[in-house]
């Protein structure tokens, strides 16, 4: 996959979506990411679940019972920290 480009990132991220998809990344978990944000955890999937739906792309895989990032899911968490 291409590195996203601002262009299509900016648009798709709020606030909101950027502190589930920062929690989760880490945290490790939807769960853990809601008691730290202390929302439920639907909230957190539906701020992920909006976020791939405006990039057009998922942003973590479950495998089992663990949860891995995609690539995008990384990008957009090391350009958050990076503008911190």
Known sequence: MN????KDLLPALTLSRLRALNAVMET???SAAARRLAVSQATISQQVR????AL????????????LNETASTEIYTLSREIE
Do not use: H
């Open 3 to 6: 590195s996203l480009s601002p």
């Open 28 to 30: 490790g978990s939807f």
């Open 50 to 53: 909006d976020l791939e739906r």
């Open 56 to 67: 057009g792309l998922d942003l973590f895989r479950r495998v089992a019972n663990f949860l």
